[in-house]
């Protein structure tokens, strides 16, 4: 694939594009494009590749097995660690990052470190029964409000618990960590817990914007136009999300596959049960119908968020992938606040994504806390820490769905960091 000549330090609201074939490319830190001379006689010295227990991947470049990442690490304590000049700045870079953030954990409490977010999905399980009781009113205003509080509920639960759980952020034991994990993603989300774990956190978190690996690819669908996967698309999230749960069962044990299938049969079947026995429908189609309303009202900015916050941004080769502070502050960005999407969605989705990618295990309130020490920090280093509006994005959206959305994306150098 034909590389860029454009960095990721452009405006968020424009696409890489190509300049000219001499120009140089100014980067962070007084970083800048080398000469063909120059790069030649920096071939010859160095191989700037990562080695394979760098990048993660296996021999064959794909993503490495729990066993494969065990030996690999067993042989890179054997072997001794001779970090090249910009690796050793980089981890300079992101340990200095890391203890700064690490100051703000220690000095919080646990009320700040879990509480907060778990207090605020306790909160939309309690308003469950609202819901339901105002389905069953004959008056309009109350029926559509408790589809809005249900909707809310869903989301805030599915999106916003399932994401927290996926990370191990709700609690600090890990026992009680993959119980969430099972309960959130399977059961509230009709999704296999395995591999949404090992799509999001090892993929999408450790090969952001990676070709092939985390770029965001399995949210794109080509043949649909840009009007119908903008705002039609995502009213079949509900539907298409257990179909895609249950094709990918075949990638589990089969004692897995059996627990994903119960837990996502009671999870359907208990909503269903709440309509006809609590909210009082009539029929088959009546319930099914609801169900499909509420678990979809917030269905449309769930799909903007997770394409606005990447697609469009630096893209990277699984061979000539920056380390990791560059990979993140390159190609993750943040929406501004939305009490609404941030109640629903949680900040680490929606104004604080760069500081989620950065330091995934910690809450959404705990992101927000560190939001100030990060973006202050990013600026002072002239790295870049990517911002832009929800409207400006769906502009850029439908007015580049086929560079963005259709054809592959270009790849960005970064000559002289990796």
Known sequence: MAQTRESCFHDEGESPGHGDADAKLQLPNGFRRKSPAEEKDTSKGQDVRPTLGDSGLGRDESPMSPGEETSTLKRSVKEPLQPTEEKRSEESLMGELSEMVQAVVKSSSWWERHGIDDAIIALNFLTLPVGFVLLRSDSLFPFLLGIIVLGIAHHTITVKGSHQASHNSLTESKSWGKLW???????????????????????????????????????????????????????????????????????????????????????????????????????????????????????????????????????????????????????VLN???????????????ISCHVEHHLFPTLSDNMCLKIKPVVSQYLKEKKLPYNEDTYLSRLKLFLHKYEELMVHAPPITELVGIQ
């Not at 099972?182 to 999408?204: D, G, R």
């Not at 929406?335 to 989705?349: C, E, K, Q, V, Y």
């Open 181 to 331: 994990a099972i309960f959130f993603i399977e059961v509230c989300s009709t999704f296999t817990a395995e591999q949404a774990t090992y799509n999001h956190v090892k993929l999408h978190h450790g090969y952001t914007n990676v070709i092939g690996l985390g770029d965001s690819s399995t949210w794109k669908l080509p043949f649909l136009n840009r009007y119908i996967y903008m705002f039609i698309a995502p009213l079949t999230v509900p539907i298409i999300t257990p179909i895609v749960a249950i094709g990918l069962l075949k990638k589990v044990e089969w004692q897995t596959a059996i627990r994903t299938l119960c837990c996502m049969f009671f999870g359907l079947y208990s909503h269903y049960w709440l309509l006809l026995n609590i909210s009082g429908f009539q029929s088959v189609w009546s319930a099914l119908s609801c169900m499909m309303v509420t678990r979809s009202l917030l269905a449309h900015p769930f799909l903007h968020v997770n394409i606005f916050q990447h697609i469009g941004l630096a893209m990277f080769s699984a061979d000539k992938k920056p380390k990791r502070i560059y990979m993140v502050s390159c190609g």
């Open 335 to 349: 929406l501004p606040r939305n009490p609404l999407l941030d109640w629903s969605f949680g900040h680490g989705l």
